[in-house]
């Protein structure tokens, strides 16, 4: 049974054409007015085989990206658990940067709640997922975010770095001219961080 707020929710995302700067910004302002729709929002984006996740993964990301990425905390457990499911690219690249939000925001030199919230068994599911999008077929965008999700979690986790550079030599560094450029990027990354071990 659907909720009255996912019901109005869904209505708005319907009504997005496209995923112009200006219909993910009202969409995301009718989201922020009303912080109840938020965890439909989360919900929503992982309807794995319904097209609505689409614009629902937009949202969330225009959100972590534009507002704050404090929002998707209370829902770590979910998205970190649900991320393995998505099956289309344009909700894919969005949750893939999410990822790379969080790791960025682990990793920052000051304190924050990413900090504090993100589990071990979140990070793990962040990277098991990062790599199986990096072994199977997708954007040149989930690809960018994704190697340095890794690269960055491979700061914390030690077996991560060597099958990432394994990864991009064997595979990455052999597909577009932009995913070519952002693993070289990766492996530079990877051997400066060895030499300061």
Known sequence: MSTPNQLYLLTQLNNMQTA????RNNVANIVLENKNLF???VSITFWADDKISIKAAWIL????????IDWILPYLEQFTQ???????DSAIRPCAKICEHLANAYFHKKENKTKKTLTTQQIEAI?????????????????????????LFGLKNSWIHPEL????E?????????????????????????KFE
């Open 165 to 168: 550079k394994h990864l991009i």
């Open 61 to 68: 990301e225009w959100i972590c990206t534009h507002e704050s």
């Open 127 to 151: 990277v098991t997922t990062g790599f199986d999008w990096l072994i199977t077929p997708q954007k040149i965008a989930v690809r960018a975010y994704t190697m340095n999700t890794l690269y």
């Open 39 to 41: 965890a439909e929002l």
């Open 82 to 88: 649900n991320i393995t499911h998505l099956k289309f």
């Open 170 to 194: 064997s595979k990455i560094i052999h597909e577009s001219k932009g995913t070519k450029a952002r693993g070289k990027q990766i492996l530079l990354l990877i051997e400066k961080h060895k």
């Open 20 to 23: 112009a700067k200006e219909n």
